[in-house]
């Protein structure tokens, strides 16, 4: 298994597209803080709502922007994570490559185990590093606003972090697990991508109609993956988490469920969706695809 | 069509087989890919495996090295079966089928380390694979940016790299040079030797008949004749006897009348038969009919000859 693993993390660190998509998720997040500030720096400057400019630069200050950092990642690092993911396991199909590890380790599972850890650790290490990015682009502009100070950093802190990042990782395994999926049914790296952006952008849409239409359509929107996960996202809290979040008026009016409800049903997604991988993986014919 | 019984042919009883293929059958649908092929393989054979396009051979192949799930049959290889023991029963086995897979962004070198990695085989055996297929100065450049022959080469690199006991290749000439063509004729042999099974699907008929020890050729799925190149050779000679166009119809007759003879099938200005008769036999009939043949001649069969009778729908009289 450790040379499955160890050949896998191989094969993600040496993909230009991997490396591009990590470039790009980086850069995107330090575009969005500098335009944030640029923009708060103007409103400030023509003095127009001096309050929203304000609270926007407080969120980029490093002492509160922890909350707006993890949006930040529940955006661009699910984008991110469902390219890379659907990408590395559709493309085992493309390039043949998957009859290759198959020919010398012909226990199926055992090689989309370690290719699903190993895309797994590969993300989250993606989102720690787009953490730090955040954070690193934070302190530098809170230094050159003069408001750079660590007394705000004690457990208490660490600990909300933590666990902010941990609803993150919770929020978006069961799309990350969608796109393996895909990947393994469709055979190819554009199923594992398109269909779950798809899926995503679908469901949203479908969910949010149906709590509103309410009745009984509005009780199956809990039971789906956006409606859990857009709690999870916005209950790490902020500005943002407060105008959306379970607390605001949207929020209530969308009959968001709690955060243990929430992180149960897309556990359950993500397990269900690992398993049929498995299951599809273990009965599929690898045709050599010309 | 002359038609052989592929069961009394198939085994080769002599050593315990390296590879049995016991009913095997493959279906997509409606469409039967393999229908219920037994095949026994024995240890250091070279076995030709022959047939039309959508003859079923890459799809046996397919099926042998575990890439495709039979719908029924099994696949015996050194006593273990890839149903129940997949790891013991390919951990022997390499394969090129329907072309080299490969990662294009890695070169040729960490390709093949990941396998020699997989298989827990030394670093060296790399080194020599890319020697025994002449790619060791090619080695750091992309998989991506070889020519297909190259890509062809490291394919049967990966296949070899571990020693298996059985080699599976499909077509592994596709793309070689004629230089190259050569090189894979000779190594064949040359493993085969050292106590590698090897099965060898190719459409080039020639190369077949140089290398292989035994043949087996398919058609619709099934294996409608198996054996050894001279025991297929063997079969019921086979004569061309040319006649005056004005009496190709009586001739046809008369010819259908003689004693041991198959059928007889008019192409172009010759007939052809096949009979145990000898020359003498059918000139001395077509005479007795009045009937003066400018040519009887024996057709010696080659492999080609005798896979076109097989496989190759006759000819409209």
């Known amino acids: 298994m450790s040379a499955l693993i160890a050949i896998e993390f191989t094969k993600i660190v040496r993909r230009r597209l991997n490396q591009i998509v990590l470039a790009v998720f980086c850069g995107l997040l330090v575009v969005v803080y500098v335009l944030l500030w640029l923009a708060s720096d103007v409103v400030i400057e023509v003095g127009a709502a001096p309050d929203v400019a304000t609270r926007l630069r407080s969120t980029l200050y490093l002492q509160e922007t922890v909350p707006f950092a993890m949006l930040m990642l529940y955006s661009f690092g699910f984008v991110s994570g469902v390219v890379v993911i659907g990408s590395n396991v559709g493309s085992e199909y493309g390039w043949n490559t998957i009859r290759m590890l198959i020919a010398a380790e012909p226990r199926r599972e055992r090689v989309l185990l370690a290719k699903l850890v190993t895309l797994w650790v590969v993300v989250v290490l993606a989102l720690l590093l787009g953490l730090a990015v955040m954070l690193t682009t934070s302190a530098l502009i809170t230094l050159a606003a003069g408001q750079f100070n660590l007394s705000f950093v004690d457990a208490a802190y660490v600990r909300d972090s933590t666990y902010s990042f941990l609803r993150l990782l919770v929020a978006t395994a069961p799309y990350f697990a969608l796109a393996a999926l895909l990947g393994v049914v469709g055979k190819s790296a554009t199923a594992g991508i398109a269909i779950s952006f798809g899926v995503a952008f679908l469901e949203g849409i479908v969910g949010s109609l149906m709590s509103l239409a309410g009745g009984w359509l509005a009780e199956i929107p809990p039971y789906m993956l956006d409606t859990n996960a857009d709690t999870l996202g916005l209950a790490n809290g902020g500005q943002i988490g407060a105008m959306f979040g379970n607390s605001s008026a949207i929020g209530q009016a969308f009959n968001r469920p709690s955060l243990w409800h929430a992180a149960i049903v897309l556990a359950c997604w993500a397990a269900a969706f690992m398993v049929a991988s498995f299951w599809a993986f273990r009965r599929q014919d690898l045709e050599y695809q010309g | ?317």
């Open chain 2, 1 to 317: 069509m002359v038609t052989t019984s592929p069961t009394s042919e198939v085994a080769a009883p002599a050593d315990p087989p390296v590879l049995e293929l016991r009913g095997l059958t493959k279906r997509y649908g409606a469409l039967t890919a393999v229908s219920s092929v037994d095949l026994n393989v024995s240890a250091g054979e070279i076995l030709g495996l022959l047939g039309p396009n959508g003859s079923g051979k890459s799809t046996t192949l397919n099926l042998v090295m575990g890439f495709i799930r039979p719908t029924a049959g099994e696949v015996i290889i050194d006593g273990h079966s890839l149903r129940t023991a997949p790891r013991a029963a390919l951990q022997d086995v390499g394969g090129l089928v329907e072309g080299s897979a490969f990662y294009p962004y890695l070169s040729g070198r960490l390709n093949l380390e990941m396998i020699a990695r997989l298989r827990g085989l030394p670093t060296g055996r790399v080194d020599e694979a890319l020697e025994l297929v002449d790619l060791t100065r090619a080695a750091q450049r992309r998989f991506g940016d070889y020519s297909q022959g190259m890509r062809q080469r490291l394919g049967v690199a990966g296949a070899l790299m571990h020693h298996p006991r059985l080699v599976v290749l499909d077509e592994p000439t596709s793309g070689l040079d004629p230089a190259g063509t050569r090189e894979m004729r000779e190594l064949l042999p040359r493993i085969a030797s050292a106590g590698t099974t090897v099965i060898l699907a190719s459409h080039l008929l020639t190369e077949v008949e140089q290398v292989c020890t035994r043949v087996a050729i398919m058609q619709a799925g099934a294996v409608i004749a198996s054996g050894t190149i001279e025991s297929l050779m063997k079969r019921r000679p086979r004569w061309r006897v040319r006649v005056p166009a004005s009496k190709r119809a009586r001739a046809l007759e008369i010819l259908q009348g003689v004693r041991d003879t198959g059928r007889v099938q008019p192409l172009e200005e010759d007939l052809f038969l096949d009979t145990t008769a000898s020359g003498s036999d059918l000139n001395r009939a077509l005479l007795d009919a009045g009937i003066i043949a400018s040519e009887v001649v024996p057709i010696v069969p080659t492999l080609e000859s005798i896979f076109m009778e097989l496989t190759v729908q006759a000819p409209a009289s």
